[in-house]
C-alpha cells in the first residue's frame, strides 16, 4: 500500500471538539455518573448535550448569571443543582474582575483585570471554597466528569479537588499555552492520562488556546482502550 492510497482512504470520522469527545467516551464505556462543572458561567452546552441524564453540579461565582444558568438546564431538561461560589484551595472571599464583550454583556469573571480597559466591567466579591468541601456536603453519585473552566485559576481548582480528583473518571480543563504543562502535572500525578486536545483557538496565527480531556489511566486499561494495543492498524488511522 502506498501513501497516496492510506490518503485516500482516510475520512475524518472524528474532529477535536468537546462535544465529538464525549461522544466518543461514551461509545467507549467511560463511565459517568455525575457532572461536576466549574465555572459555568450562562451554561455549557457540550456537557449537557452530551450528559443530559446525569445529575449536574453547577458551580459559578456570579450571582448575576444564576438566572440565566437556571433558565437554561431547567429548558433542556438536564437534572442540576448551582452553588453560588468560587472553587479554590482555600476557604475565604476572592475578588473577581468581569469582562463585557463589544455588546457589553459580561463574558468572564476572574481573578486578574482585563488587559483592555476597556472591557473592564468592575469587580465582584464572590465566596470561595474547595471543591472537595462543597462535596463533603453533597451526595453526587460518582464516577463524575469533572470539567474546569475559571479563566486562570485552574491550579488552585485542582489543589482544593484532591478528593474529588478520585473519584473521577474525566477531567476536562482549559489552558493557554503557556501553561499546559503546568496543568497537566498534577492530573498526571494524580492517575490520568491525556485523551484529547479540543476547541483549539488561534490568536495571530499562532496557537492560543485549548482544552485537554483526560481519562483516569486504570480505566484505559479497563476498557482495553490502549493506543496500539494490538498493533498498528492503518485502517484506524486519520488525520486532518
Known sequence: MT???LFQRQTLKRHPT????????????V????????GVLHGTPD????????PHLLIEPVADFASI????Y??????HQLILAAASDTKGELTLHLKKDEAADI????????ADASADAGTVKV????LDDMLADLTLPTPHLLKIDVDGAELQVLKGAEKALESCSIVCIETGVSNLFKRSVPLVSAGFGLFDIVDLCYYDDRLAQVDLIFIRKQLIADLGIELFKDGFDDTLWQSL
Open 107 to 114: 463574558t468572564h469573571a476572574r481573578e486578574t483585570a482585563p
Open 127 to 130: 465566596t470561595a471554597r474547595p
Open 47 to 54: 456537557l449537557m448535550w452530551g450528559y443530559p441524564d446525569v
Open 74 to 79: 431547567e429548558a433542556a431538561g438536564v437534572p
Open 18 to 29: 468537546k462535544r465529538d469527545a464525549f461522544r466518543v467516551l461514551k461509545e467507549k464505556g
Open 3 to 5: 501513501w497516496r492510497d
Open 69 to 72: 444558568i437556571t433558565s437554561r
Open 31 to 38: 463511565p459517568v455518573k455525575s457532572v461536576i462543572d466549574v
